[in-house]
C-alpha cells in the first residue's frame, strides 16, 4: 500500500536559518507525484512544491526546495533563509498513479516553529 | 492568493440545521475535491468531481450531499450532521482527474462546528 511517513511532529528552526524537514515515501508503482503543502492556523492548504517521479532535477520554488532521492524513496522539503510566517504545519503528499486512483495520500505532518 | 474560494469560512449548526458550504474556482480545472481535516490529521478525501460528475465518494455518510452545478462551483449540502462531524472542510481543483503530473490547489476551508 502507499504510504507517506514524516517523522517530525514538531521542529524548531532559528529566523534567517535553513531548515530540513524529512518526507519517505512508499510506492510500488514507478509513475507518481510528490508535493510540499504548507498549512497555517488559517487552516489554507498553500502548494508549495511539487516533483514528478522522472524529473532529472531536484524541484525548486523561491526559498522552497526538494531534495529528491529516488532510491532512497525521499523528498526531503528545504526551506532557506527561515521567516516568522513560515511558521505552519507542513505535509508531504504522493499521488501514485497507479494504487492511489488519483488520491492524494498525505503525511501527518511537522510542525515547523520558527524563532526570532 | 488562492484561486479556490470557499464559503462560509466559519459556519456554526445545529444538529437539525441544513446548511451548505460552498467552493468556485476560475482556474478552467474540469476535477474538484472534497476533503474533511479534523484537529491534528491530515486532510481525508471525501468527493470528486470530474468534468461535473461524481467520479469518488469515499463511503460518505449521506447526511453529507455533494453537488457540481457547473465546472467552476462545488457545493456541500449538510443535513442532520452530528458533533464529530466538526472539522476544517477543504475544497480543491486541478486541471484533470487523476490530477496526473498537475497540482492539485486547495480553498482557504470552511470551519464547521455542529452543536
Known amino acids: 500500500a502507499q504510504k507517506i511517513t514524516q517523522t517530525q511532529p514538531g521542529m524548531f528552526v532559528q529566523e534567517k536559518e535553513a531548515v530540513t524537514l524529512d518526507c519517505t515515501y512508499d510506492?510500488?508503482?514507478?509513475?507518481?507525484?510528490l508535493f510540499w503543502y504548507k498549512q497555517p492556523s488559517s487552516g489554507e492548504m498553500i502548494f508549495l512544491i511539487y516533483q514528478g517521479s522522472y524529473d532529472q532535477q531536484n524541484a525548486t520554488e523561491g526559498r522552497y526546495s526538494l531534495n529528491f532521492q529516488k532510491a532512497r524513496k525521499s523528498a526531503n522539503l528545504v526551506i532557506s533563509a527561515s521567516q516568522l510566517g513560515d511558521s505552519a504545519m507542513y505535509f508531504c503528499?504522493?499521488?501514485?498513479?497507479?494504487?492511489?486512483?488519483?488520491?492524494?495520500?498525505f503525511g501527518k505532518g511537522t510542525k515547523l516553529s520558527v524563532k526570532p | 492568493d488562492t484561486e479556490v474560494t470557499q464559503t462560509p469560512k466559519h459556519l456554526v449548526m445545529g444538529m437539525t440545521n441544513k446548511k451548505s458550504l460552498k467552493c468556485e474556482q476560475h482556474m478552467g480545472h474540469r476535477a474538484m475535491y472534497w476533503y474533511k481535516q479534523k484537529a491534528k490529521k491530515p486532510p481525508e478525501l471525501m468527493f470528486v468531481?470530474?468534468?461535473?460528475?461524481?467520479?469518488i465518494n469515499e463511503s460518505v455518510p449521506s447526511r453529507f450531499s455533494p453537488e457540481c452545478p457547473n465546472s467552476s462551483l462545488l457545493n456541500l449540502h449538510l443535513h442532520a450532521l452530528q458533533p464529530e462531524d466538526s472539522a476544517l472542510y477543504l475544497c480543491a481543483s486541478s486541471h484533470l482527474f487523476p490530477a496526473f503530473g498537475n497540482t492539485i490547489y486547495f480553498g482557504e476551508g470552511s470551519w464547521l462546528t455542529v452543536v
Open positions: 468531481y470530474s468534468y461535473e460528475k461524481l467520479s
Open positions: 510506492t510500488s508503482d514507478p509513475s507518481y507525484g
Open positions: 503528499a504522493m499521488l501514485d498513479y497507479g494504487g492511489s486512483q488519483g488520491n492524494l495520500i
